[in-house]
């Protein structure tokens, strides 16, 4: 369908040279046209209909007969077929056409009038400053350039090729061709008088040209603060637009009274226009040509009508520089260099969902794992706490998110669900998963996010522009239909959360999480006591069972262009729920209260737009105290200092560089304190 309808925008010179020659006719026939009030013009330099003032007095044409009307109208109908069947002819030859009837009859009748300060020496489109569009589009929208056929849509990805470069460009030019123009400033205002219009001059050579069609016929309008752009380019649209407004204009004339009669200086203007714009119509037909021939190339080779591929490779350089473990040991100073690569498959059936599918492999080791014996101070973007790193290609992420009404959007998660996926986080210039921010799983978000993952399902619901209601159930093991696990019997998280951002600039995030089974994977052995037995030295395979409420607040506040503050503070009540006996020891049912804190400075676009440098202070989750004896408590406090300055080097490469401060590794005082040095690049693509 877009097809024909670029070609019938082709046709646009057409119809016009047709509606001329019928001009003509019925001036050789001594017929009437008249010019009546015109319907709401579509021009893209109007945004709403112009009003049409009061019939100036003209020297009019003869009434015209019910037969002549018919004959017109046939006429108009085989020329228009006529220029239909033939559209390589170019536009310019078509405008310039001897043939012309009009052009003809003017010739004998009254000749145009040209601006007095044209010297009669020089061509006309020499001496008057050509209107040529710089850009194949100012105003033109996105969609139409980006399905150039309806049936068979641009993808939004391609198939790497022997020249990934020029293919690029290409989807930059139309990219560039699609967007321009396109800001609300260009939504043209109505005019009835052409004194409204500040930039036009009495002097100038079009004035009586644009007067009589704004204040007689409302083809033209102009711009809400009240200018013309006479020297802006025109895109195709506008032109087709305001040639459909003057031929809505002359068929009403054909078939209407005598109110508006047209005359031959109305006419000569007409042909005038139609001359001028010859050349400039004629090269964006070969530019809009070219573009098509270019877009139908990338459809062959597109990767899917419906599925976006896209990606990013993390280069990670991470080392201990000092200092000791969390049994007091020195931290083994071996550096490490891996990286982690996610492949994601996002499709749209509807524009308004999304599918994503992402497939991952990492192969940088833990420092918990070996080296620091905690999770305190743990990358974001390796291994994980006290994981194994390994080559093999995963399932990673996998969900759906469609909208529910206006307001509300559901989220369905099959694997590998996370807090941020449905809500905010409230820590933008840290919460880069990884990817971009901070180095750290402390550094990233509030702790107690951590608290649920898997599958399941959430939403988020809009009450307005500033508050925002987020709800979501995790199951870890959803997939596991044995006892114990499963979507309800086995571990989970629970969240909901109210943001509230009362501008761009600041926004503030009040979050509980109910869970089963689940630790944050920060902060001290003692905060994740259920799943690290063996460091208290207590002999047991098994993880003991334990529920968690916790309670969050997060604020993030830009207070200027190169500066933001944020923090967040998290309280976590863990409640073992059984007792356990092991030949090493025993442990009762009880309750441990966790806190972490932090505060983080944020300066983007630090020396140049895009960087970004940021500095956490915080306390990860440390266990303040126990309600028995043999539940672990954690006697001193650490601090976690993280600092980075992430350095765009081009919008799809940034190194990052970055150390992390632990002052009292695993919250013990007497382990030295543990400097870990990371150097992060960013591939995405």
């Known amino acids: 369908m877009s097809k024909f309808l670029w070609k019938g925008l082709l046709v646009s010179p057409a119809v016009l040279a047709a509606s001329l020659v019928v001009s003509s006719t019925a001036l050789a026939a001594e017929q009437p046209l008249e010019i009546g009030a015109v319907a709401p013009a579509n021009l893209q330099l109007a945004g709403a209909a112009t009003e049409v003032a009061k019939p100036e007095t003209a020297e009019p044409l003869s009434v015209a007969r019910q037969s002549t009307i018919e004959t017109i109208e046939k006429e108009s109908a085989n020329l228009y077929e006529g220029f239909t069947n033939d559209l390589s002819a170019p536009v310019a030859e078509q405008a310039k056409a001897p043939e012309n009837a009009v052009a003809a009859d003017l010739s004998e009748t009254q000749p145009a009038v040209a601006p007095a300060n044209l010297s009669p020496e020089q061509p006309v489109a020499e001496q008057i400053p050509a209107v040529a569009p710089a850009n194949l589009s100012e105003t033109q929208p996105a969609a139409p350039l980006a399905n150039l056929k309806a049936e068979e849509p641009i993808a939004q990805s391609t198939h790497p090729s022997a020249q990934p470069p020029a293919q690029s460009n290409v989807l930059e030019q139309i990219n560039e061709y699609s967007t321009e123009g396109s800001s609300s400033e260009n939504a043209a205002g109505q005019v009835t008088s052409v004194s409204q219009l500040s930039d036009v001059r009495p002097t100038d050579w079009a004035f009586q040209a644009l007067q009589s069609l704004v204040e007689r016929y409302g083809c033209i309008a102009g711009y809400p603060d009240g200018t013309f752009r006479g020297n802006r380019a025109m895109t195709r649209y506008e032109f087709a637009a305001g040639l459909n407004a003057c031929l809505d204009k002359v068929s009403e004339l054909i078939q209407g009274g005598s109110r508006n009669l047209a005359t031959r200086e109305d006419l000569a203007s007409v042909q005038r226009l139609q001359e001028e714009f010859a050349a400039e119509l004629a090269t964006l037909r070969g530019r809009v040509d070219a573009l098509e021939a270019r877009a139908s190339e990338l459809e062959a080779n597109q990767f899917s009508t419906t599925t976006k591929l896209n990606g990013e490779v993390i280069f990670g350089l991470a080392g201990i520089a000092r200092g000791e473990d969390a049994e007091g040991r020195e931290a083994d100073k071996t550096t490490a ?19 994503r599918t992402r497939l991952q492999v990492l192969n940088l080791g833990s420092f918990s794992t070996n080296n620091t014996k905690t999770a305190e101070g743990e990358l974001r973007f390796n291994a994980g706490p006290f994981g194994e790193a390994s080559n093999t290609v995963g399932l990673d992420a996998l969900l759906y998110q469609f909208p529910l009404g206006k307001s509300t959007t559901v989220i369905l998660e099959a694997n590998a669900g996370a807090a941020d996926d449905f809500t905010n986080t409230v820590n933008p210039y840290f919460d880069g998963d990884g990817s971009y921010g901070a180095l750290s799983n402390f550094g990233t978000r509030n702790p107690i996010y951590y608290l649920t993952g898997g599958s399941g399902i959430a939403l988020r619901h809009q009450f307005g522009e500033k508050l925002e209601l987020s709800l979501g159930y995790l199951a870890g093991n959803a997939a596991n239909p044995t006892r114990g696990n499963g979507l309800f019997n086995g571990s989970y998280g629970g969240l909901a959360q109210l943001t509230f951002k009362p501008n761009e600039n600041m926004a503030l995030g009040l979050t509980y999480v109910n869970s089963y089974n689940f ?20 002999d047991s395979d098994s993880n003991l069972p334990v529920s968690s409420n916790s309670y969050g607040a997060q604020a993030s506040w830009r207070l200027n262009r190169g500066f933001a503050i944020g923090g967040w503070a998290g309280y976590t009540n863990q409640r073992i729920l059984s007792n356990l006996a092991t030949p090493t020891g025993s442990v009762q049912r009880g309750d441990q209260k966790i806190w972490n804190w932090a505060v983080t400075l944020a300066f983007p676009d630090l020396l140049k737009e895009g960087n970004v440098a940021g500095i956490v202070v915080g306390m990860e989750p440390r266990v303040t105290s126990s309600t028995n004896r043999t539940l672990p408590e954690d006697k001193d406090t650490s601090l976690h200092v993280e600092g980075f300055y992430q350095f765009k080097l081009s919008d799809n490469i940034s190194i990052t560089p970055g150390l992390i401060w632990l002052t009292a590794p695993d919250h013990n005082k007497n382990n030295s304190d543990l400097v870990i040095g990371v150097v992060r690049t960013t591939f995405t693509f």
């Open 519 to 538: 630790v944050t994977g920060t902060g001290s052995n003692a905060s994740n006591f259920p799943a690290r037995l063996g460091s208290f030295g207590l």
């Open 337 to 355: 260099f891996g990286s982690r690569v996610r492949i994601n498959f996002d499709t749209s059936f509807s524009g308004e969902d999304l599918l």
